[in-house]
């Protein structure tokens, strides 16, 4: 029974996961560039669930297994981003840093 229950509980992490990985991969093949805005977007709201569901007492996000839904909230940049850069065909650089900035 263990072992089932812990099957079907990974299932929802493991789909979020999934689509994740899809939604960078489709980024990618579309523009050519790694989209690290998506995992921003997926950071971003993560935190402001956590911030609503501790501070303000589950008035906007219900403790039984509510959630906030903007499915408006990651399309509509990234089609922005993607599609100014697809038009333009802009080169993209990308910086590696050896040392950690100074204010770290």
Known sequence: ????????????AGAVFAILGVGLVVAYRGSG???????????YTAFTWDELRNTTRGAYVKDD????????FDPIPEWGFL?????NNLPVEIYIMNDPPVWL
Do not use: E, Q, R, T
């Not at 297994?65 to 408006?72: M, Q």
């Not at 599609?83 to 038009?87: E, F, G, M, Y």
């Open 33 to 43: 560039v790694i989209n690290f805005a998506h995992g921003a977007v997926a950071a």
């Open 83 to 87: 599609k100014a850069l697809h038009i």
């Open 65 to 72: 297994g509510g959630s906030i839904f903007l499915p408006w």
């Open 1 to 12: 029974v263990d072992v089932l229950f812990g099957a079907f509980a990974g299932l929802g």
